[in-house]
């Protein structure tokens, strides 16, 4: 199987790092925490006050060859909002992120399956029309956003992404 992800340590979630829009002037917060039972929690607080309106955070950059994988498969238990999946492909704190939107129910434990298909080229929330498409091959940061004018708390419990193999199977690293 390929567990990119499994958040069953601190360790685990102490490797997210939050980036709020606190970088634009906004006053956004969020985290990452380890909650125990192999899961781990982004939460925190969007604020639209000067300007702002999103909370993220992103895995330190290491090299993901995922070229033989059809996509991602989260199991996720959130609070009815939308959210997005990132994945980057240079180590950069800025520029092209590939987006993949997923909606969550409220209080129930969900596996949300993304094929890499759907993720969209984007730079600061706009679509980038003439960017490459994914190179799975060359997946460095994976990220999970929250904007679009949800104002408010949010929490979303993470206890696995995984790598899904073209077959349908899910796979390990």
Same mark, same amino acid.
């Given at each position: 199987?390929?567990?990119? @992800? &499994?958040?069953?340590? +601190?360790?685990?979630?102490?490797?997210?790092?939050? %980036?709020?829009?606190?970088?634009? !002037? *906004?006053?956004?917060?969020?985290? @990452? &925490?380890?909650?125990? +039972?192999?899961?781990?929690?982004?939460?925190?607080? %969007?604020?639209?006050?000067?300007? !702002? *309106?999103?909370?993220?955070?992103?895995?330190?950059?290491?090299?993901?060859?995922?070229?033989?994988?059809?996509?991602?498969?989260?199991?996720?238990?959130?609070? *009815?909002?939308?959210?997005?999946?990132?994945?980057?492909?240079?180590?950069?704190?800025?520029?092209?992120?590939?987006?993949?939107?997923?909606?969550?129910?409220?209080?129930?434990?969900?596996?949300?399956?993304?094929?890499?298909?759907?993720?969209?080229?984007?730079?600061?929330?706009?679509?980038?029309?003439?960017?490459?498409?994914?190179?799975?091959?060359?997946?460095?940061?994976?990220?999970?956003?929250?904007?679009?004018?949800?104002?408010?708390?949010?929490?979303?419990?993470?206890?696995?992404?995984?790598?899904?193999?073209?077959?349908?199977?899910?796979?390990?690293?």
């Amino acid at each position: 199987m390929m567990i990119l @992800f &499994d958040f069953d340590s +601190e360790a685990a979630c102490n490797s997210w790092i939050p %980036v709020n829009d606190v970088v634009m !002037g *906004g006053v956004s917060h969020s985290r @990452f &925490d380890y909650v125990g +039972e192999s899961t781990g929690v982004f939460s925190g607080t %969007v604020s639209l006050e000067n300007s !702002g *309106g999103f909370a993220s955070v992103r895995s330190t950059p290491s090299l993901y060859d995922l070229g033989k994988y059809a996509g991602l498969l989260l199991r996720v238990r959130g609070d *009815g909002k939308k959210y997005k999946m990132n994945l980057k492909t240079e180590a950069t704190l800025d520029g092209v992120q590939y987006q993949a939107v997923f909606e969550t129910q409220q209080n129930v434990w969900t596996e949300i399956v993304i094929p890499f298909s759907k993720f969209v080229p984007m730079f600061r929330g706009v679509p980038i029309y003439d960017s490459p498409p994914l190179d799975t091959a060359s997946i460095c940061s994976f990220g999970l956003l929250i904007s679009d004018k949800q104002a408010g708390p949010f929490r979303l419990e993470i206890e696995l992404i995984v790598a899904k193999h073209r077959n349908g199977a899910v796979g390990k690293v």
